[in-house]
Every structure is written in structure tokens, then in C-alpha cells.
């Protein structure tokens, strides 16, 4: 697994963490991938690894995790979170958060338009469940997880809960996620304000029970 690195939680580290990103996040309004999400999530791995267990709490054993994976040359993700004994895998796109990166507004229309960012980043899910199919009994994946996979999931992280003032735009971005299949699979695509409070309410209940 070269392309991966193993990682145990360090619970210490979790909590600066996860008070750093609730300090960008009440910072700024408006935040940048490249430049500031991307970066800060390269430098938390622990509450980076979080987010699998977040919103798959089936994994047992969050042990993997990689950052920028390469397919081969043709894709990229942002982030994959593995539990190499059940040989799962959680792939990730982070896209801007701010006010237009889920619908943003076109002249001369009432409803707002998905914004390019929210369909990029949606597209790149797609582009990767479909090369892990293509790839998937073959050994050359096998040889870059270390295993042959059994179980995979994707999550797109985008825009601000603010910005989903509008209960329409709400119950857009709700039906969205609840209703659309892809491979048997629903994406999960969530703002990172939910991410956040997501993060805060698992490992509350993960130090109790401790």
C-alpha cells in the first residue's frame, strides 16, 4: 500500500484539530480548496481520517489513509480513508465552500443553477466509482490497495450552510443526495458546516464510550 499511509487516531491531536477547522470555518465566510481546505485537511490527518467513520459508521477500524490518490493517471481524489481489514475504502472530493459552490444565480431565472463547482466535484465521484469498477479485478488495483476491494463509498464536501437559506435550495440539495443512485451508491454531499458539527457529534459520543 505505498500510496497509502497507516494511521491510529491520536485523540489529543483530534480535538486542536477540530477546533483549527471551527476556527476557519467562523473566520471565513468564503473559503478556498486549493489554497486553504486542501492544505488544512492535509494537516489533520486524524480528523481527516474522522470523516469515514462519520458517515459510515460500519467501518470498524479506520486504518489507511491517503491524500491527492492518484488512478492511474487518469483521476485524483482529494482524500481516501480505508479499513484495510474489511478492505473498504472512503473516497473524497473537497470543493470551495462559499455562498455560490452548491447553486449559484443566473440572470433572467428564478431558481438558482448547481454551480459548476458542485457538478465538478459530483462528476469526479462518478469518473472514480467508474474506474474502480473497471479496475476491479484486476491486479494492478489490487497491487495499489494492497487488497481487492470489497465495499466503497464517495463524499463530496462543499459551499456553506449559509448559503442554503432559501428552502428551496434546501429541499434541492436534500432531494439531491437522498434520491440519486450511482452504482447502487448515493453520493454524500455535505456543506462543511455539517461536516463540522458532524465531526463534533461523533467524537462526542466516540470519547464516551471509550
Known sequence: MKDFREINIDWKAVEKELLTLENLLTTYQELEESSQLLPFF??????????????????????????????????????????????????????????DSIFKKKKGKYQKEWSVRFEHGYSQIIDWFWKLEDLRQTSSLEGKFGTRIRSYNGILIVGRATSLDNIIDRERLDW???????????????????????????IKYLQFIK
Not at 177 to 196: F, G, P
Open 42 to 99: 492535509k494537516q489533520s490527518p486524524n480528523l481527516s481520517a474522522l470523516i469515514g467513520k462519520c458517515y459510515f459508521p460500519d467501518l470498524a477500524e479506520i486504518n489507511r489513509i491517503s491524500y491527492e490518490f492518484d488512478f492511474f493517471g487518469d483521476f485524483k481524489a482529494d482524500l481516501v480513508i480505508g479499513d484495510a481489514k474489511k478492505a473498504s475504502f472512503i473516497f473524497v472530493e473537497f470543493e470551495d465552500g462559499k455562498s
Open 176 to 202: 439531491r443526495r437522498s434520491n440519486t443512485i450511482i452504482n447502487s451508491k448515493k453520493i454524500h454531499c455535505i456543506t462543511y458546516d455539517e461536516l463540522l458539527e458532524d465531526l463534533k457529534q461523533l
